[in-house]
Each structure stands twice: as structure tokens, then as C-alpha cells.
């Protein structure tokens, strides 16, 4: 799993890339929540358009994740599901839960 940043005013935008699982990959995505929302990122969006897998423990985290951003004040929304993130999300009932955009600029003005 491999992760940047990007900075969109008050929106920080985290592009994942690769893995989203057991050991390494959830390790880092809650690390990576953890550190922004510590340095007061209230507007979280999770870039996930090159997730290529995620098992039940990188759904684990991402749920997980959403709930700390809520417990710290924050907003948490994910953007460019992958297809293999959607069916996990989808079979998980867990589409509801999100807010999800497809489009990035779309997704940004949706903070506002």
C-alpha cells in the first residue's frame, strides 16, 4: 500500500494505491487517518481508484476510520471506488454508510 497527500484548501485528499489488507495496508490507512485528523484535518477524502484488492480487514479500517473521523469532528468521504471496492461494500451492506463521489470536483464542493 502505498499513500500521498494532496491539499485542496481545506480538504486533504489521500490517493491509495495498491493493496488494502491485513498487516501492512490497513496498518497504514489507519495510521495515515490518525495523523491528520491529530494535525485537525476536519475534511478527509480517500482517493481509492487504485485499491486493486481489499479483504475484510481493509473494510474493517475503513469503517473504523469513519467512525474516528466522526468521533474527532471530521467528515470522512471516499472518491473513485474501485470495482472490487464497490462489490466488497456492496455485499457488505456497507454502501449506505459512506459518502461516495465519482468525481473529484464534485466531490470537494460536496464539503462545502
Do not use: C
Not at 481489499?54 to 473521523?69: C, I, N, P, Q, R
Amino acid at each position: 500500500m502505498h499513500i500521498e497527500l494532496r491539499k485542496s484548501g481545506d480538504v486533504i485528499i489521500v490517493d491509495l494505491k495498491g493493496k488494502l489488507s491485513a498487516g501492512l495496508g490497513d496498518q497504514i490507512l489507519r495510521e495515515t487517518i490518525d495523523e491528520l485528523l491529530g494535525e485537525n484535518w476536519k475534511k478527509i477524502l480517500l482517493n481509492l481508484s487504485q485499491v486493486s484488492f481489499m479483504d475484510s480487514a481493509g473494510l474493517g479500517e475503513l469503517v473504523a476510520g469513519l467512525k474516528t473521523a466522526r468521533n474527532f469532528g471530521a467528515t470522512l468521504k471516499i472518491l473513485n471506488q474501485s470495482a472490487r471496492v464497490q462489490q466488497s461494500l456492496y455485499i457488505t451492506r456497507l454502501l449506505p454508510v459512506f459518502d461516495i463521489h465519482e468525481d473529484e470536483r464534485a466531490a470537494l464542493e460536496s464539503f462545502s
